[in-house]
Nanobody, 128 residues
Framework: QVQLEESGGGLVQAGGSLRLSCVVS????????ESWFRQAPGKEREFVAA????????RYTGSVEGRFTITRDNAKNTLYLQIDNLNPEDTGVYYC?????????????????????WGQGTQVTVSS
């Protein structure tokens, strides 16, 4: 099994920055893709960013590219999401997720149904 635990959320003003962390434990060798999703109240969980553990390739949703950066520290088994220039629409619970599938030319990685492993989430609130 794989366990994921997010941290780093909080309350920030618009224009500020946060760095979210996701510690991966258990059997991480089974994981090839690690991603961030977010969910605002009353909205469906949406894809934010993905990281290919094989070649460090990344993917972003169009609304965050240029402001969000996904990285990984292999020594710490930790996935990060650096968020800059936050705006109120970024508010929501941010989740990390892991899957054995490998990122390819398809868009499977944007769908929550493809990820069997999820963290509990960390709240990000952006005030205006």
């Amino acid at each position: 099994q794989v366990q994921l635990e997010e941290s780093g959320g909080g309350l920030v003003q618009a224009g500020g920055s946060l760095r979210l962390s996701c510690v991966v434990s258990g059997r991480p060798f089974t994981v090839n893709t690690e991603s961030w999703f977010r969910q605002a109240p009353g909205k469906e969980r949406e894809f934010v960013a993905a990281f290919n553990r094989i070649n460090s390739d990344t993917r972003y949703t169009g609304s965050v590219e240029g402001r969000f950066t996904i990285t990984r520290d292999n020594a710490k088994n930790t996935l990060y999401l650096q968020i800059d220039n936050l705006n109120p629409e970024d508010t929501g619970v941010y989740y990390c997720a892991a899957a054995s599938k490998v990122i390819d030319s398809s868009n499977w990685y944007i769908s929550v149904t493809h990820y069997p492993y999820w963290g509990q989430g960390t709240q990000v609130t952006v005030s205006s």
